[in-house]
Nanobody
Framework: QVHLVESGGGLVQAGGSLRLSCAAS????????MGWFRQAPGKEREFVAA????????TYTDSVKGRFTISRDYAANTLYLQMNSLKPEDTAVYYC?????????????????WGQGTQVTVSS
């Protein structure tokens, strides 16, 4: 079973930056499409970004384009989300996700493994 552990969340002021990490174990990292989702209080879980298991093709939800960057390090079995120019609207619990597929689509509900979540809070 694939296990995912997130880190890097915290409290920042608007305009600041955070870098989230997701360490994967118990599976073959190169066989996994990876992504990030987030959930704010009172809202459904929302797709944020994804990266394919090959070719490093990335996808972002419109609200974070130009501000967030998803990447993966195969040697370290780690997924990253660099978040710049943070806004209060970005406040949410962020979840790392893995799927035994070539890609994760926006709104995908068939995720094989979830991380425990890391809180990101952006103050105004």
């Amino acid at each position: 079973q694939v296990h995912l552990v997130e880190s890097g969340g915290g409290l920042v002021q608007a305009g600041g930056s955070l870098r989230l990490s997701c360490a994967a174990s118990g599976g073959t990292f190169s066989n996994l499409a990876m992504g990030w989702f987030r959930q704010a209080p009172g809202k459904e879980r929302e797709f944020v970004a994804a990266i394919t298991r090959s070719l490093s093709i990335t996808t972002y939800t419109d609200s974070v384009k130009g501000r967030f960057t998803i990447s993966r390090d195969y040697a370290a079995n780690t997924l990253y989300l660099q978040m710049n120019s943070l806004k209060p609207e970005d406040t949410a619990v962020y979840y790392c996700a893995a799927k035994m597929s070539s890609w994760i689509r926006p709104g995908d509900t068939s995720i094989d493994a979830w991380g425990q979540g890391t809180q990101v809070t952006v103050s105004s």
